[in-house]
């Protein structure tokens, strides 16, 4: 039984929210506050 | 397993209320998100709200599709919603470390985006979901005694 065309979209619409989120958390993971240490060097 | 219609009427009253509520609670959070300074009040609303609807809406979501006739894999709109619930609640629990990693003052400027823009994503998610709850649009998986789609009445033999 073919789905509806709605529950495809909707399907695409999902799978590319969360390859954006997973993409954004790891960009975010990425990223690091100074640390202590590097504050101490005074770097910017 | 149909629920009797006084416990059914009271189960869909909660889903209603801790769902739409998951609804406001993301878009107070993605206010808080775009006004500086207020990220530990970003952290208690996602520990002690949005976490908590979350889980009460993909449960109450479950009792109602297995308790009425509507079942849980019978019709598409109650699976895509299923869907939709369960990657939105997965998210927000893999977000909890990061949002209280910002509220301690960690974490810079991507992740303050980054939560900005999942609450983006999960009001876009529920909303989604809620037009499905109130269209109801058609397509089933399988054929059972659930309530039949509207399908127009057979003319009478001429």
Redesign the interface.
């Known amino acids: 039984?073919t789905?509806?065309r709605?529950?495809l979209f909707?399907?695409i619409?999902?799978f590319a929210?969360?390859v954006?989120?997973v993409g954004?958390?790891i960009?975010?993971?990425?990223?690091?506050?100074p640390t202590m240490h590097a504050s101490a060097q005074g770097s910017p | 397993m149909t629920m009797p219609p006084r416990l059914r009427k009271l189960a869909l009253t909660l889903h209603v209320a801790v769902s739409v509520g998951w609804i406001g609670a993301v878009a107070a959070f993605l206010a808080l998100a775009l006004t500086r300074d207020a990220y530990p009040a970003m952290a208690a609303i996602t520990q002690y709200v949005i976490v908590p609807l979350a889980v009460a809406s993909l449960v109450t979501g479950l009792v109602q599709a297995v308790g009425t006739p509507w079942g849980l894999l019978r019709h598409y709109w109650v699976v895509v919603k299923l869907a939709f619930t369960a990657v939105a609640t997965l998210v927000l629990l893999v977000q909890v470390g990061p949002i209280t990693a910002v509220a301690h003052g960690s974490g810079g400027q991507a992740a303050r985006l980054s939560l900005a823009l999942h609450a983006c994503g999960g009001l876009l998610v529920l909303v989604t979901s809620l037009v499905l709850s109130v269209f109801k649009p058609r397509g089933r998986l399988t054929r059972g005694p659930a309530r039949e789609q509207a399908a127009p009445a057979p003319l009478p033999p001429p």
Do not use: K, R, Y
């Open positions: 039984m789905p509806p709605w529950v909707l399907g619409a999902l929210l969360i954006m989120a954004a958390m960009v975010s993971s990425g990223e690091h506050a």
